[in-house]
T-cell receptor, first 115, second 114 residues
């Protein structure tokens, strides 16, 4: 059974710092990996999706990398801002050979950016 | 864009009653929708996969008779929590798959059972 672990569970840093969030998964036979942002009491906002054949994806100040063989992904946030404060979730989709499949989520990293 | 809505956003019900939550894909057709549950400070857990026109597939440990799922059209799936109890209080989120690649998530429904 796939398990997704996120480290750290919580992180508080001053505004302007660059930071790295980590995600690991136990079964490397993934179809893709996705990073989400969740604000308190809200739904999910998709940040980046990396297909299993890709090594990284970038969007603005965000960069996500994927090392499928070692079961790891990192989310890099450059020049952090208070508005980046949220819970960041990592999720993987397994490869089943067809159709769409549900995602397996980590517990998230709760990020606070201090003004 | 790909927008998924959920209704209601928040519901409070009494123990023993049933509650229906709707999930709609507003601007695309979704043959597959998913229902997740999130307890406080926990991760989202997949409850079931809903395919249009067929029975839902439930994850291990999820009672299919308690959580009734209906996917009557390509844009609508409903989750009915039957005979709700306080331990069913949770944040329920749906997602809709457009093709095989990406899932789009709804804003979630906060269920409180008193």
């Amino acid at each position: 059974k796939q398990e997704v672990t996120q480290i750290p569970a919580a992180l508080s840093v001053p505004e302007g710092e660059n930071l790295v969030l980590n995600c690991s998964f136990t079964d490397s036979a993934i179809y893709n990996l996705q990073w989400f942002r969740q604000d308190p009491g809200k739904g999910l906002t998709s940040l980046l999706l990396i297909q299993s054949s890709q090594r990284e994806q970038t969007s603005g100040r965000l960069n996500a990398s994927l090392d499928k063989s070692s079961g790891r992904s990192t989310l890099y946030i450059a020049a952090s801002q208070p508005g980046d404060s949220a819970t960041y979730l990592c999720a993987v989709r397994m490869y089943s050979g067809g159709g769409a499949d549900g995602l397996t989520f980590g517990k998230g990293t709760h990020l606070i950016i201090q003004p | 864009g790909a927008v998924v809505s959920q209704h209601p956003s928040r519901v409070i019900c009494k123990s023993g009653t049933s509650v229906k939550i709707e999930c709609r894909s507003l601007d695309f057709q979704a043959t597959t929708m998913f229902w997740y549950r999130q307890f406080p400070k926990q991760s989202l857990m997949l409850m079931a996969t809903s395919n249009e026109g067929s029975k839902a597939t439930y994850e291990q440990g999820v009672e299919k008779d308690k959580f009734l799922i209906n996917h009557a059209s390509l844009t609508l799936s409903t989750l009915t929590v039957t005979s709700a109890h306080p331990e069913d209080s949770s944040f329920y989120i749906c997602s809709a798959a457009r093709g095989r690649f990406e899932q789009y998530f709804g804003p979630g429904t906060r269920l409180t059972v008193t």
